[in-house]
């Protein structure tokens, strides 16, 4: 079976006489989808970990958790990103997310009927990231399709403040219900949030073609495409290595913060949820402040330099004992996850070749999809030697390959900043 190539679609590129960006109704509901969901996913994340640990005392299960959640990004990143270049991305959302709505609704039945297990949420958690690898080919390219080069970053940004208020608000909302109604309630109130999620889906209108498709190729030299791409451009390269790093050795730490909060700390549900939601703030006013100030900013350092301050911090978090310190500490790796989260697209659709963005983008998802194998390793480490040494020996190793690969990953300082790509769009290829 054969595809139209990405180079037979149109590119599509934003006209001068469209509305201001926080104007756009398309973008609008672009950032309400993103937001929503990412208030879904944190309030499960956080009562299916607190519940989970509950019930198993094991934080390898918790990690495990996460890890399925994950897993989806690397097996189909690249497949979706083919896909979305070769169909309505308006339908692949509606389809998924629908998909979302009906498995919410199925783990409300079985929880109101006291049947729910661990294994139940496992399931649950790895559908859930199947639709989440779609975001960043489907959604986040679309977006950089409406907002072009010259807004990117803004778009972006205020993506991620949209996000990350809700990402805020999830925790601190899945421990009050976790601890006012059990985990029917979460997902009663799980359910109800995917109906807002699909009309907004609804509202959306694909990008009219410009020309007929005519070249056809396989789905495999579809997927190549984006690999050749990134193997083309070093700036592209560095971005997509640093993925990786923070994915293996920075990120799955938050995974071990109901279990700091249980052990160490001896908060409750809810005081795990308040704790949680503290990187949520910081990342929420990280990106309002990059919304303001990153046209000025070159995308590379701030990215590498978010990274390495989130490692840094992770050292700190490990060896807290104290909950006012283990909350300013989470707080500013909210701000590093910040800089992190906004460059990472940023610089991934700006270095891609205008032809191969979609191919490029689902081989990002597919970096992010390494996290598995970090939270694999995170909840392997704290089942054994316990959760803050687990979260200090991958901060050391996330900062060793940081070292040992410094040249390639100083690469992505050779991205422009966002007002020089509006004065010369030429320096993105």
Same mark, same amino acid.
């Given at each position: 079976?054969?595809?139209?190539?990405?180079?037979?679609?149109?590119?599509?590129?934003?006209?001068? /006489?469209?509305?201001?960006?926080?104007?756009?109704?398309? =973008?609008?509901?672009?950032?309400?989808?993103?937001?929503?969901?990412?208030?879904?996913?944190?309030?499960?994340?956080?009562?299916?970990?607190?519940?989970?640990?509950?019930?198993?005392?094991?934080?390898?299960?918790?990690?495990?958790?996460?890890?399925?959640? #994950?897993?989806?990004?690397?097996?189909?990143?690249?497949?979706?990103?083919?896909?979305?270049?070769?169909?309505?991305?308006?339908?692949?959302?509606?389809?998924?997310?629908?998909? =979302? @709505?009906?498995?919410?609704?199925?783990?409300?039945?079985?929880?109101?009927?006291?049947?729910?297990?661990?294994?139940?949420?496992?399931?649950?958690?790895?559908?859930?990231?199947?639709?989440?690898?779609?975001?960043?080919?489907?959604?986040?390219?679309?977006?950089?399709?409406?907002?072009?080069?010259?807004?990117?970053?803004?778009?972006?940004?205020?993506?991620?403040?949209?996000?990350?208020?809700?990402?805020?608000?999830?925790?601190?909302?899945?421990?009050?219900?976790?601890?006012?109604?059990?985990?029917?309630? !979460?997902?009663?109130?799980?359910?109800?949030?995917?109906?807002?999620?699909?009309?907004?889906?609804?509202?959306?209108?694909?990008?009219?073609?410009?020309?007929?498709?005519?070249?056809?190729?396989?789905?495999?030299?579809?997927? =190549?495409?984006?690999?050749?791409?990134?193997?083309?451009?070093?700036?592209?390269?560095?971005?997509?290595?640093?993925?990786?790093?923070?994915? #293996?050795?920075?990120?799955?730490? @938050?995974?071990?913060?109901?279990?700091?909060?249980?052990?160490?700390?001896?908060?409750?549900?809810?005081? !795990?949820?308040?704790?949680?939601?503290?990187?949520?703030?910081?990342?929420?006013?990280?990106?309002?402040?990059? /919304?303001?100030?990153?046209?000025?900013?070159?995308?590379?350092? !701030?990215?590498?330099?978010?990274?390495?301050?989130?490692?840094? @911090? *992770?050292?700190?978090?490990?060896?807290?004992?104290?909950?006012?310190?283990?909350?300013?500490?989470?707080?500013?790796?909210?701000?590093?996850?910040?800089?992190?989260?906004?460059? *990472?697209?940023?610089?991934?659709?700006?270095?891609?070749?205008?032809?191969?963005?979609?191919?490029?983008?689902?081989?990002? /998802?597919?970096?992010?999809?390494?996290?598995?194998?970090?939270?694999?390793?995170?909840?392997?480490?704290? *089942?054994?030697?316990?959760?803050?040494?687990?979260?200090?020996?991958?901060?050391?190793?996330?900062?060793?390959?940081?070292?040992?690969?410094?040249?390639?990953?100083?690469?992505?300082?050779?991205?422009?900043?966002?007002?020089?790509?509006?004065?010369?769009?030429?320096?993105?290829?």
């Amino acid at each position: 079976m054969t595809y139209p190539t990405p180079s037979a679609l149109p590119l599509v590129t934003p006209l001068v /006489t469209s509305p201001p960006i926080h104007r756009d109704p398309q =973008l609008h509901r672009l950032w309400a989808v993103g937001m929503l969901m990412s208030l879904i996913r944190w309030l499960e994340i956080l009562a299916f970990a607190v519940f989970t640990y509950d019930q198993t005392k094991s934080a390898l299960w918790v990690a495990s958790l996460m890890m399925l959640r #994950l897993l989806p990004l690397s097996l189909f990143g690249l497949a979706i990103g083919a896909l979305a270049s070769h169909m309505s991305r308006r339908w692949l959302l509606i389809v998924t997310h629908a998909g =979302l @709505l009906a498995t919410s609704l199925l783990l409300l039945v079985v929880s109101a009927f006291g049947a729910i297990e661990v294994w139940h949420l496992a399931v649950g958690s790895f559908i859930n990231g199947i639709v989440w690898a779609g975001d960043m080919p489907l959604r986040r390219a679309l977006m950089g399709d409406l907002a072009g080069h010259g807004r990117m970053v803004q778009a972006m940004s205020l993506d991620a403040v949209a996000s990350n208020a809700c990402r805020l608000v999830g925790p601190m909302l899945g421990g009050l219900l976790l601890a006012l109604g059990g985990l029917p309630l !979460v997902l009663l109130c799980t359910t109800l949030l995917y109906l807002p999620v699909l009309a907004a889906l609804g509202g959306l209108v694909d990008p009219p073609p410009t020309e007929a498709a005519a070249a056809k190729a396989t789905i495999r030299d579809v997927l =190549l495409r984006g690999l050749r791409a990134a193997r083309e451009s070093r700036p592209l390269k560095a971005t997509l290595w640093i993925t990786v790093l923070f994915n #293996l050795f920075g990120w799955p730490v @938050l995974s071990m913060i109901p279990v700091i909060g249980r052990d160490q700390l001896q908060l409750d549900a809810q005081g !795990v949820g308040l704790l949680a939601s503290l990187d949520g703030i910081g990342s929420l006013l990280g990106a309002l402040t990059l /919304t303001s100030i990153a046209r000025r900013l070159r995308h590379g350092p !701030v990215y590498l330099g978010a990274v390495l301050l989130f490692l840094v @911090l *992770q050292i700190g978090f490990a060896w807290s004992h104290q909950v006012l310190l283990t909350g300013v500490i989470l707080f500013v790796i909210g701000i590093a996850q910040a800089g992190f989260s906004v460059m *990472q697209p940023t610089l991934v659709y700006n270095n891609a070749p205008a032809d191969r963005r979609l191919e490029v983008m689902g081989l990002m /998802t597919m970096c992010i999809g390494v996290g598995p194998l970090g939270f694999l390793a995170i909840g392997w480490l704290a *089942q054994h030697l316990g959760a803050p040494t687990a979260a200090l020996i991958c901060a050391v190793i996330g900062l060793v390959a940081v070292a040992l690969t410094w040249p390639l990953c100083r690469a992505c300082f050779e991205t422009p900043s966002a007002a020089e790509l509006q004065q010369n769009p030429v320096c993105s290829r």
